[in-house]
């Protein structure tokens, strides 16, 4: 399983979920009160609680083995892989498997708030259209063509944003269990990857000193910048961390952010900011 079949398995459950208030929409949304009836009574609904409950605890199963498989990888080139190997083993106790709990909690809250995130979508789209003079009848129209289109790019939006940060979270989470304090920036090397993150590309990163990525991009136009984040962690975001098991990961001199910028530095001079390996 890839972190793109986990996209696209979380993608489908929710619109699964969604798919019998979208139905009722069609049939009896005819104004934008009754819409918002019908999706705030979504949200109050046992049934839809459970199912959103159900989905986040799926994708956060599925998120967990996949980067436990990548991890049992990764130990078979380690010289402490039957070290990392045993942690693995013990990884579901303690801080992680808190860590776990806190990420499928937020989850389900996400998805059984998302009814009254569309919701509001559609009371500020139909409220602009209202404005420009038009019927009632082409309103409700609109209302249940918007319904769907909110429903498919949410759901997308969702699945891609919150299965990379649940990955990135987890593998921070299993980095530090271990005593991993730095990771290599990892894009998916295409073009839909954003300026800023394709600087970042090879960057190796302490997990105690995120970057702002938009800041260090000479490239980035714009003067509004998010908190720092690791790759990952971001809207959109399919960067991926590759934690620094070993010095050899990388090629020195290598790409380093330290005291908030990128210099390309060589092996020892890491070493002296702290830099070490797990195989150390």
Not at 49 to 74: C, H, L
Not at 202 to 227: H, S, W
Request: charged content about 30%; aromatic content about 8%; some cysteine.
């Amino acid at each position: 399983v890839s972190q793109v079949t986990i996209e696209e398995q979380y993608s489908t459950l929710l619109k699964k979920l969604l798919a019998p208030i979208e139905k009722e929409i069609k049939k009896n949304g005819n104004t934008v009160d009754k819409v918002v009836q019908i999706l705030n009574r979504a949200t109050e609904s046992k049934t839809y609680n459970k199912k959103a409950e159900e989905i986040a605890k799926t994708i956060a199963t599925m998120v967990w083995e996949d980067g436990a498989r990548n991890w049992r990888q990764a130990a078979k080139k380690s010289s402490r892989g039957r070290e990392i190997f045993s942690l693995l083993k013990k990884e579901m106790t303690g801080d992680l498997l808190e860590r776990y709990n806190e990420l499928i909690q937020y989850n389900t809250t996400l998805i059984k708030t998302l009814p009254l995130e569309i919701s509001k979508e559609v009371v500020e789209h139909i409220n602009k259209q209202s404005t420009k003079g038009e019927r009632a009848s082409d309103i409700s129209k609109e209302i249940k063509q918007f319904f769907p289109e909110r429903t498919k790019a949410n759901a997308r939006l969702i699945a891609r944003t919150e299965t990379s940060k649940t990955s990135s979270a987890l593998t921070q989470a299993r980095s530090e269990n271990i005593g991993i304090d730095w990771y290599v920036w990892r894009t998916s090397e295409d073009q839909r990857v954003r300026s800023s993150h394709a600087h970042m590309d090879g960057v190796v990163i302490a997990y105690n000193d995120p970057p702002i990525p938009e800041r260090l991009d000479p490239d980035f136009k714009g003067n509004n910048f998010p908190q720092p984040y690791h790759a990952g962690n971001i809207y959109n975001c399919r960067c991926y961390q590759s934690p620094l098991i070993s010095f050899s990961d990388v090629t020195w001199p290598a790409k380093v952010y330290h005291n908030g910028k990128i210099e390309r530095i060589s092996l020892s001079k890491f070493k002296e900011i702290g830099g070490r390996e797990f195989d150390e």
